[in-house]
T-cell receptor, first 114, second 114 residues
Framework: KAGVTQTPRYLIKTRGQQVTLSCSPI?????VSWYQQTPGQGLQFLFE???????NKGNFPGRFSGRQFSNSRSEMNVSTLELGDSALYLC?????????????FGSGTRLTVV | AQSVAQPEDQVNVAEGNPLTVKCTYS??????LFWYVQYPNRGLQFLLK??????LVKGSYGFEAEFNKSQTSFHLKKPSALVSDSALYFC????????????FGKGTRLHILP
């Protein structure tokens, strides 16, 4: 059973640009959550998508957005990049069972903004 | 709001010795608690969870965690540390407030000294 696939693994962007990250969850999983990981802040929750609908959202500015497709693949977009957006972005999939909540994480996309 | 704290940024343990990585939590209602491990350049891997039942939870790679309701703690333990256990460990709690999501602690870096 394939794991969670995130592409690309590494990205370098310039301040002001926009970027799109992709996440393919485990087959059959309908929930995809995104986290931002930085050394100072740890893991910060961005948002969760379930069956193509945003189910939860963290405290990030509107520059951060996402969507989920009918095949459960999810994309995350960051517009007008800032230096502080440099981070490891992790995607986590689950079967959406809120009682037995377990995540499977991808290896992440490391974004560097210069 | 729910929260989780890992009071130690780093823990050093000699190989073969028992290890403990500390975690305390704050929740309203019954806690759903998790431990994850992150190896370099990888995503997080699920170790174990506590939802209900026995206070001692057994997980992957010989790890276990002890749930203590009176002390609001969920410390991760292993009887005999291996050098390969060196990694970043995250404690997490499910926040079932307005937005149902998992909140992570800032992480504890575990160094096992040969």
């Amino acid at each position: 059973k394939a794991g969670v696939t995130q592409t690309p693994r590494y990205l370098i962007k310039t301040r002001g640009q926009q970027v799109t990250l992709s996440c393919s969850p485990i087959s059959g999983h309908r929930s995809v959550s995104w986290y931002q990981q930085t050394p100072g802040q740890g893991l910060q929750f961005l948002f969760e998508y379930f069956s193509e609908t945003q189910r939860n959202k963290g405290n990030f500015p509107g520059r951060f957005s996402g969507r989920q497709f009918s095949n459960s693949r999810s994309e995350m977009n960051v517009s007008t990049l800032e230096l502080g957006d440099s981070a490891l972005y992790l995607c986590a999939s689950s079967d959406g069972d809120r009682i037995n909540y377990g995540y499977t994480f991808g290896s992440g996309t490391r974004l560097t903004v210069v | 709001a729910q929260s989780v704290a890992q009071p130690e940024d780093q823990v050093n343990v000699a190989e073969g010795n028992p290890l403990t990585v500390k975690c305390t939590y704050s929740v309203s209602g019954n806690p759903y608690l998790f431990w994850y491990v992150q190896y370099p350049n990888r995503g997080l891997q699920f170790l174990l969870k506590y939802i209900t039942g026995d206070n001692l939870v057994k997980g992957s790679y010989g790890f276990e965690a002890e749930f203590n309701k009176s002390q609001t703690s969920f410390h991760l333990k292993k009887p005999s540390a291996l050098v390969s256990d060196s990694a970043l460990y995250f404690c997490a709690v499910r926040d079932m407030g307005r937005d149902d999501k998992i909140i992570f602690g800032k992480g504890t870096r575990l160094h096992i000294l040969p």
